[in-house]
C-alpha cells in the first residue's frame, strides 16, 4: 500500500484546495453518509437500479419544469409535473443506454487502476526519490535538497505533480501514454456494450464495485479520524488482510444481489384436459 502513499497524498492536497472549507468540516458526517451508502448500494442497488434512475431523471425534469415556467410564464405545478413525466420517462426507456454507461465508466476504471498498478507505480517510486543534481563541468554533483526546496516539493500542486510525473514517464517509456489511452478506450467501449446487452450482471458486478468503493472510503477516513496511528499504520503493513477483507465484502455483495435480481420462475402450465372419448 505504501506505493499509492504518494497519489493518496496528491488527492488529499487536492481535496485541500479546491474543496470548500465548510464541506471540509463535514468528513465524518460524509464519510458515515457514504459509508451506509456503499452498503446499501451493496444490497440493493441492482434490484433499485431502474426506479432510481427513473426518480432521478424526473426530479432533474422537474427543475427543468420550474425553469420553463419562470421563462414562460406558465403555472408552475402543470410545469413541473410535465418536466418530470417527460424526462422521467426518457429516463426509464433508455435504461439500457445509462447501464452501459455506467458500466464503461467503471470497467474503464478498474482497468486503468490494473494498468497503473503494473505500469505506472514501478516508476512512482523512482520518479519520487530523484535527487536534486546540479551539472558542474562535465560531472554531475549530487546537491542535497534544502528544507525550503524539498517544503517546496512537497507543496506542489496536484495538477503541476501531475504534469511532471507525466513527462516522467514519457521520458522512462513512451509507450505508456499510449497503451495506457488505447485500454481507456478499449473499456468504455467493452462496457458499454456489455452493459446494454447484459443489463443485470452489468448491473450486479458495477453496483457492487461502486457500494464497496463507497464503504472502504468511507471507513478510511473514520479509521483515520479516531484511530490511534499506530493502529492506522498496522493495517498499513497487512494489505493482504485489507484485501481479504475488501473482497469477501465485494463477494458478499455479488452473491446478494445475483440472488435478489433472480428473476421470478415461470409459472407452471397446467395440461390440458383430455377430450372426452366419443361414443
Not at 161 to 169: A, H
Amino acid at each position: 500500500m505504501t506505493e499509492w502513499t504518494p497519489i493518496l497524498d496528491q488527492a488529499r492536497l487536492f481535496i485541500t484546495q479546491h474543496a470548500p472549507p465548510k464541506l471540509l468540516d463535514e468528513t465524518v458526517p460524509l464519510s458515515i453518509l457514504f459509508l451506509f451508502l456503499g452498503v446499501g448500494i451493496s444490497v440493493l442497488g441492482a434490484r433499485l437500479a431502474r426506479i432510481s434512475t427513473t426518480l432521478a431523471f424526473a426530479v432533474g425534469g422537474g427543475f427543468v419544469g420550474t425553469y420553463f415556467s419562470h421563462e414562460s410564464g406558465f403555472p408552475l405545478p402543470l410545469c413541473v409535473a410535465g418536466g418530470a413525466l417527460v424526462i422521467g420517462t426518457i429516463g426509464y426507456q433508455t435504461f439500457r443506454l445509462w447501464v452501459g454507461v455506467m458500466t464503461a465508466l467503471v470497467l474503464a476504471s478498474v482497468a486503468v487502476g490494473a494498468f497503473s498498478y503494473q505500469q505506472v507505480l514501478p516508476h512512482l517510486a523512482q520518479f519520487e526519490q530523484r535527487a536534486i543534481q546540479t551539472t558542474a563541468g562535465a560531472e554531475s554533483v549530487f546537491v542535497p535538497p534544502s528544507p525550503r526546496e524539498q517544503q517546496a516539493y512537497r507543496d506542489r500542486t496536484p495538477g503541476r505533480w501531475l504534469e511532471q510525473f507525466r513527462t516522467f514517464l514519457k521520458q522512462q517509456d513512451a509507450r505508456i501514454e499510449r497503451n495506457g489511452c488505447a485500454l481507456i478506450w478499449a473499456s468504455l467501449l467493452t462496457g458499454l456494450c456489455l452493459g446494454v446487452v447484459a443489463v443485470r450482471w452489468a448491473l450486479v458486478v458495477t453496483t457492487a464495485l461502486i457500494g464497496t468503493s463507497l464503504v472502504v472510503s468511507g471507513i478510511s477516513v473514520l479509521l483515520n479520524h479516531f484511530a490511534q496511528q499506530e493502529a492506522y499504520q498496522a493495517f498499513e503493513k497487512h494489505p493482504s488482510i485489507v484485501g481479504m477483507a475488501v473482497g469477501g465484502f465485494l463477494m458478499t455483495s455479488l452473491i446478494l444481489q445475483t440472488l435478489l435480481t433472480r428473476p421470478a420462475p415461470l409459472p407452471k402450465s397446467r395440461p390440458k384436459p383430455k377430450p372426452a372419448p366419443k361414443s
